[in-house]
């Protein structure tokens, strides 16, 4: 399998949330790098980091209540024989019905065929950090 269909599977493993499916991808020691200013900003390492308090999947499995809120629309945009760059839509839904839908540019390091590092980078971090705020997502 080649970086791309793997970082491709990923996506799709994320929004069917096929969580065997994602650690199956992951590599053991895989690495997050989150903008420091999000509620689970910062950097992580191993696959089990993101069931801390305030991981990505605390804070947005419950933002995203329907299938439509799941959809990340990942397009490649560049790879190489060890990164590859992706365009996705970030969405989600807070318990007032408020809708967010912001882009993100992720960074995925791929080695023998395992995600190793993830960096992500928000287009609108101000609009995102505003949906998390009125969704009252509590900063770690």
């Not at 200013?37 to 390492?45: E, H, I, K, M, W």
């Not at 990505?56 to 760059?85: G, K, T, Y």
Request: proline share 6%; no cysteine; charged share 30%.
């Amino acid at each position: 399998m080649n970086n791309e269909t793997l970082v491709r599977d990923l996506f799709k493993a994320i929004e069917t949330r096929d969580i065997d499916r994602v650690l199956e991808i992951y590599d053991p020691e895989v690495e997050f790098h989150w903008p420091p200013a999000l509620p689970y900003g910062g950097s992580t390492r191993g696959a089990s980091s993101g069931s801390s308090e305030a991981s990505w999947q605390s804070v947005w499995l419950p933002l995203q209540p329907e299938p439509s809120d799941r959809h990340l629309d990942p397009r490649v945009i560049a790879s190489n024989d060890r990164e590859v760059v992706v365009l996705y839509h970030q969405r989600g839904r807070d318990p007032q019905g408020n809708v967010f839908d912001g882009e993100v540019i992720g960074l995925y390091e791929v080695m023998d065929s395992k995600l190793r590092r993830a960096q992500m980078f928000s287009f609108d971090e101000r609009a995102l950090l505003e949906f998390l705020r009125h969704a009252q997502v509590k900063s770690s």
